[in-house]
């Protein structure tokens, strides 16, 4: 369990003594780590994200349906849809395909870090099931797909209901 616990902390950008630190320092400090600036989120993300709509009539929309999940997000504040998103193949060749894209944000501040991009089969039943079948643009580490309220504070694992629902994406994308 150890191991496991190492390896999430390393993924996630998180080192050893910042769980330390946060048990040791007083209520409301900053350790010098979370004072520190996050990456800044990615122009190509950006325009990505704009360019997509949200999930409600999409393959999207689909994809998450034939899985028996469901999300509110009318504004697409989590998930969008675009009907042609790049990537590049095996090959290296710049291809496009709908896909699912979720916006990853920072997990101490909130804000915007990078997307988690699903390519998607053309009729929406399923995820392109190769290796770049789900990429991610931007900073993954430290970072999540914020499936309810950020509060400033408050780390998502102290948040149950994006567990309970970060549980249940992650085991079904």
């Known amino acids: 369990m150890a191991e496991a616990m ?28 979370t004072q520190c600036s996050p990456t800044p989120y ?6 990505a994200w704009q360019s997509a709509r949200p999930i ?4 999207g929309e689909a994809y998450l349906g ?11 504040a989590v998930l969008r849809y675009a009907k042609q998103h790049p990537r590049r193949n095996s090959a290296g060749d710049l291809e ?4 699912l894209l979720a916006l990853l944000s920072d997990i101490r501040t909130g804000q915007p870090a990078g997307l ?9 039943t399923d995820r ?16 999540a797909v914020m499936l309810s309220t950020f509060s400033v504070g408050r780390m998502a694992s102290e948040r149950p209901s994006l567990i309970r629902s970060r549980r249940l994406m992650s085991t079904t994308f």
């Open 128 to 143: 392109l099931r190769d290796p770049r079948g789900k990429t991610s643009w931007g900073r993954a580490g430290g970072s």
């Open 6 to 33: 190492a390896w999430s902390r390393r993924w996630l950008g998180l080192e050893d003594t910042d769980a330390e630190e946060r048990s040791t320092q007083k209520p409301g400090a900053q350790s010098a780590r």
């Open 42 to 47: 990615p122009k190509h993300c950006q325009k």
């Open 116 to 124: 988690i991009n699903i390519y998607l089969q053309p009729d929406g």
């Open 66 to 76: 034939g899985r028996g999940l469901g999300l509110n997000d009318p504004r697409g």
């Open 96 to 99: 496009h395909h709908p896909a």
């Open 56 to 59: 409600r009539g999409t393959r």
